[in-house]
T-cell receptor, first 118, second 124 residues
């Protein structure tokens, strides 16, 4: 079964420092991978996604992620964080199901809460 | 583009009553919409997949008679929490998947989902 693991529940980094959020997935085929960000009390915003091709994916707000098949990882990085980056970050994998309209669902990791130290 | 709205954003209801939450895709058509539930400081739990014009597919452990889902049009899905209890208090988020261009209403196996801002339900 497909699954996503985010081993870090909470991370605190200083403003201006670099950031890496870890994500490991379990999937039998080439995965569809996503990173979403959620601000308190808000919905989810897509930061970036990987479907195929270049394994280094650029996203919005200066984020990037690298797909490493050998490590089953899709870690999110940012070279210099800003106070506005404080939020909850979710890694997710697309899980194929078969049926009417071939609908496919997304399975989310447990999330990593990012705090920024002034 | 690709905006999804939810209404209401917050609702407080008394135990035993029912409450309806709407999810609308504002600038695209969506044959498939998803309903998630999020507990405080927890991840999103998929409740059900809603396909326009057909019955919703519920995830294991989700009571279909309690969480009624209707997807009456390509831009609207509703979630009705029936006979609400305090344990139903949660943050409910919907998402909508656009119909891929050129693939008709059956769509293809795509994963693009656009999320609504969520609805905070409090049952007293």
């Amino acid at each position: 079964a497909q699954s996503v693991t985010q081993p870090d529940i909470h991370i605190t980094v200083s403003e201006g420092a670099s950031l890496e959020l870890r994500c490991n997935y379990s999937y039998g085929a080439t995965p569809y991978l996503f990173w979403y960000v959620q601000s308190p009390g808000q919905g989810l915003q897509l930061l970036l996604k990987y479907f195929s091709g270049d394994t280094l994916v650029q996203g919005i707000k200066g984020f990037e992620a690298e797909f490493k098949r050998s490590q089953s990882s899709f870690n999110l990085r940012k070279p210099s964080v800003h106070w506005s980056d404080a939020a909850e970050y979710f890694c997710a994998v697309g899980a194929a199901t078969f049926g009417y309209s071939s609908a496919s669902k997304i399975i989310f990791g447990s999330g990593t809460r990012l705090s920024i130290r002034p | 583009g690709a905006v999804v709205s939810q209404h209401p954003s917050r609702v407080i209801c008394k135990s035993g009553t029912s409450v309806k939450i709407e999810c609308r895709s504002l600038d695209f058509q969506a044959t498939t919409m998803f309903w998630y539930r999020q507990f405080p400081k927890k991840s999103l739990m998929l409740m059900a997949t809603s396909n326009e014009g057909s019955k919703a597919t519920y995830e294991q452990g989700v009571e279909k008679d309690k969480f009624l889902i209707n997807h009456a049009s390509l831009t609207l899905s509703t979630l009705t929490v029936t006979s609400a209890h305090p344990e139903d208090s949660s943050f409910y988020i919907c998402s909508a998947r656009p119909v891929p261009p050129g693939q008709g209403r059956q769509g293809g196996r795509t994963y693009e989902q656009y999320f609504g801002p969520g609805t905070r339900l409090t049952v007293t």
